[in-house]
C-alpha cells in the first residue's frame, strides 16, 4: 500500500490528526490516504455529542468502544479521520463537526469543496 502525497487541503505539508485516539487509515495519527482507502478517511474532524449521535443514527457508531478491535470509542473533544463522505452527509444534515484544516488530506476536495470545509474549520 502506497500512501498517497502527504499534503492537506491548504497545499501544505499534512499535519497530524490525533494520536490519543491513534487516528487515520493507517493508524498513524495523520489523515493519510491511498487507492485501498475505499472510504476517503481524509477529514479531520473535532468529535462533537451531536455529530456523533448523528453517525450513529446512520449506521456508522464511533463512540461505542469496540476492544476487540483495538478501538475505544470516540467522545466529544477527540479528533478523527472522517470519511470525506460522511462528513459532507453532516455538513447537508447541518451537523457536521468542525475541521482542522492543515490536518485534512487534500483528497478530501475530490468530495467536499474547500469552502465547505474553510465554514467548518477550527
Known amino acids: 500500500?502506497?500512501?498517497?502525497?502527504?499534503?492537506?487541503?491548504?497545499?501544505?505539508?499534512?499535519?497530524?490528526?490525533?494520536?490519543?485516539?491513534?487516528?487515520?487509515?493507517?493508524?498513524?495519527?495523520?489523515?493519510?490516504?491511498?487507492?485501498?482507502?475505499?472510504?476517503?478517511?481524509?477529514?479531520?474532524?473535532?468529535?462533537?455529542?451531536?455529530?456523533?449521535?448523528?453517525?450513529?443514527?446512520?449506521?456508522?457508531?464511533?463512540?461505542?468502544?469496540?476492544?476487540?478491535?483495538?478501538?475505544a470509542g470516540l467522545n466529544p473533544g477527540d479528533q478523527w479521520c472522517l470519511c470525506a463522505a460522511r462528513f459532507a452527509q453532516a455538513h447537508d444534515e447541518g451537523c457536521a463537526p468542525k475541521v482542522s484544516l492543515e490536518a485534512t488530506h487534500q483528497r478530501a476536495l475530490e468530495i467536499v469543496p474547500l469552502d465547505v470545509l474553510k465554514t467548518h474549520a477550527t
Open 1 to 71: 500500500m502506497k500512501k498517497d502525497p502527504s499534503l492537506n487541503v491548504l497545499g501544505t505539508a499534512l499535519q497530524s490528526c490525533s494520536t490519543d485516539p491513534i487516528t487515520g487509515f493507517f493508524r498513524d495519527g495523520a489523515c493519510n490516504t491511498c487507492t485501498e482507502d475505499q472510504g476517503s478517511h481524509t477529514v479531520c474532524a473535532l468529535m462533537t455529542a451531536e455529530f456523533l449521535a448523528f453517525s450513529k443514527y446512520v449506521g456508522n457508531d464511533l463512540s461505542t468502544p469496540r476492544p476487540e478491535f483495538g478501538f
